[in-house]
């Protein structure tokens, strides 16, 4: 039965991350603001991130960190609310918290007191949430404003946010819907793609590493393309490429390749590329390789190897390593020069794989791509050509790393709009 009638200064459709931040700063501002979402519980995708610890932001957050065709589009918002300012709330509220590693902050306890932390302030800030509301249709008025069209009835709102996310993790609720708002609007949506999800190797590279089935180790992750140092700078202070490589652990699953560095690098792949994997990222392979071979000339490369690597892989590697330095697999060390030492530096540091695809929505933490930035105003995310209609999170075309840079994306970007509408 269609009975609620309702007007509100503001209404914002998805109760996610970027949605309650954005609620919540408007409401504080005395705008009268109602959030609508067709999940039974606010927030889902908080409480399961992190691995139950909510990794809710990362101390080293720029515009680098992040993937957009309008790379400038992020700075704004970024600057104008820092991974500081959401530390201050967390802070206020007692939630203890750590860094774990590359500036990655957790709570100590529970992803959930971030969802709290958020229901809580918008209940103080008089915000209206309604759940388990299926959305029918949105139209803008002839009055002015907008009209969301709810399965239990009609909200009217002078301005609308939407913050819906995009789509991985369909089972969730994902459901792409801010896309297809964005363009019933006739705003650009660039092409989606899942970022931050592991890759999937074909059955015969597959069966060459079956072995390998849960072996981790850190490498160096690039996606074809220059290489640069994620983060690093040229001496002119300008990002020196697009792809960056990253310097973080990668693991061998039944599927084929995952681990922080793996997502990284997903992120910036493409179907048919090759990435390339330095597997000895902090080694100097030929220094170690001669003063093994001065020292004990009689062993084998293999034994060397799984020196420095995880046994399994330096078993699975070593005819190949063999073969490509132009030595049989039992060759000692002293039978190896200088020239077949480097043709194995060059396998092992420069290893390129070709994957055949990845895990797809399913499993990948965010959605690259979206709504198109340069339809959007960078300071408060308002449709430059439908005034009132904002747009703020993972449904815009900015995406982070993997470390706490897409929720900062989602505080951000919902509070520059909260501020605005
Ligand atoms: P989000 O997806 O959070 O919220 C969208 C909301 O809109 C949902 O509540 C949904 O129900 C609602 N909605 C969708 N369609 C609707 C419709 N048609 N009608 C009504 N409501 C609708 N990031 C990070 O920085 N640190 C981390 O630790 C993690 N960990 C992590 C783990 C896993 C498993 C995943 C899948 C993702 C992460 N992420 C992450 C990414 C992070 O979760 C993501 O970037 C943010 O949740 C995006 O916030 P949004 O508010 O934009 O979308």
């Known amino acids: ?36 979402d067709h999940a039974r519980a606010p ?19 720029a515009p680098a960190a992040f993937l957009s065709a309008n790379p400038h589009f992020a700075k704004s918002a970024l600057a104008r609310y820092t991974p500081r300012d959401f530390l ?11 860094e774990k590693t590359l500036g990655q902050l957790f709570c100590d306890g529970s992803a959930r007191q971030i969802v ?53 993790i369909p089972k969730m609720g994902a459901t792409g819907f801010g896309y297809r708002l964005a363009e019933s609007f006739g705003l650009p949506v660039l092409e989606t793609r899942p970022g931050l999800v592991p890759l999937t190797l074909d059955p015969q590279q597959l069966a060459g590493f079956s072995d390998l089935v849960g072996v981790a180790l850190p490498v160096r992750a690039l996606a074809q393309g220059e290489p640069s140092e994620a983060g690093e ?22 599927r084929g390749l995952s681990g922080p560095a793996i997502l990284q690098v997903s992120s910036y792949w493409r179907e048919g590329e090759a990435i390339t994997l330095d597997l000895l990222p902090d080694t100097d392979l030929m220094a170690h390789l001669k003063a093994a071979r001065r020292q004990a000339g009689r062993q ?56 055949a695809g990845s895990e797809g929505y399913r499993t990948a933490e965010v959605t690259l791509g979206g709504v198109d930035t340069r339809a959007l105003n960078s ?21 982070g790393w993997l470390g706490g840079y897409n929720f900062q994306w989602a505080w951000a970007s919902g509070f520059s709009a909260g501020q605005a509408a």
């Not at 927030?43 to 957050?61: V, W």
């Not at 302030?121 to 949430?129: S, T």
């Open 1 to 36: 039965m269609k009975s609620v009638r309702d007007h509100f200064d503001v209404a914002v459709i998805g109760a996610g991350a970027a949605g309650m931040m954005a609620a919540m700063t408007a409401g504080q501002r005395g705008r009268r603001v109602v959030v609508l």
């Open 300 to 355: 084998q490369l293999r034994t060397v190897l799984a020196e420095l690597l995880p046994k399994r892989l330096a078993q699975m590697l070593s005819p190949a390593l063999a073969a490509a330095a132009g030595r049989a697999e039992e060759a000692m060390l002293a039978d190896y020069g200088d020239a077949a030492f480097a043709a194995v530096a060059r396998v092992l540091q420069g290893f390129s794989l070709k994957p």
């Open 116 to 168: 709290s932390l958020l229901t809580d302030g918008m209940a103080e800030a008089g915000v209206d949430l309604r759940l388990g509301r299926t959305i029918e249709t949105v139209t803008r008025r002839e009055e002015g404003g907008f009209a969301v069209e709810c399965s239990d009835g009609r909200v009217t709102a002078t301005a609308l946010i939407v913050a819906t996310g995009g789509k991985s």
């Open 43 to 61: 927030g889902e995708k908080i409480r399961i991130s992190g691995g139950g610890r909510c990794n809710f932001t990362n101390l080293h957050t």
């Open 379 to 399: 300071r408060t995310m308002e449709a430059q050509a439908v005034p009132g209609l904002y747009f703020v999170g993972e449904c815009v075309d900015v995406t």
């Open 88 to 98: 201050a709330l967390v802070e206020a509220r007692g939630i203890a918290w750590h």
């Open 233 to 254: 700078k040229s001496d002119t202070g300008r990002k020196k490429d697009k792809r960056p490589a990253f310097r973080e652990a990668m693991l061998f699953t039944h």
